[in-house]
């Protein structure tokens, strides 16, 4: 089955880190990548650049209209994810528990399970 684990970000909590949380937070993920490489599961795991760089793209009147910046504002963004491949739900929760974000307060870990595109979950 496979999962995306999305990573929110909160710059505010971020900024109250210290350089050392910083950094074990970075390490961390270096350790949870090599695990779940050997394992099997790690599929892909991306970070995405801060939504002042972000655009909007909608199409009104046939016409392209693209709206530079965030879409909401908004204290929390998606701040990166890792798509894996395991065996059920509680495995992808048990994953997303290792991710080091989880255990910074007010930062968090999204489970979601992938689906087909017919809309169907995957087993």
Not at 37 to 53: K, N, R, Y
Not at 72 to 95: H, P, Q, S, T, V
Request: proline share 3%; glycine share 12%.
């Amino acid at each position: 089955m496979k999962f995306l684990l999305i990573m929110h970000m909160n710059p505010a909590v971020w900024d109250a880190l210290t350089e050392d949380e910083r950094a074990e937070i970075g390490n961390g993920h270096g350790g949870f990548i090599e695990k779940i490489t050997a394992s099997g599961e790690m599929i892909t795991t991306q970070g995405l650049a801060d939504p002042s760089q972000s655009a909007v793209v909608r199409v009104r009147g046939g016409q392209r209209v693209v709206t530079d910046g965030p879409y909401l504002e908004a204290k929390e963004y998606l701040g990166g994810f890792y798509l894996i491949d395991c065996e059920n739900r509680e495995r992808a929760l048990e994953l997303a528990a290792e991710i080091p974000d989880a255990k910074v307060d007010g930062l968090g870990v999204e489970v979601r399970q992938v689906m087909f595109s017919d809309g169907n979950l995957e087993v």
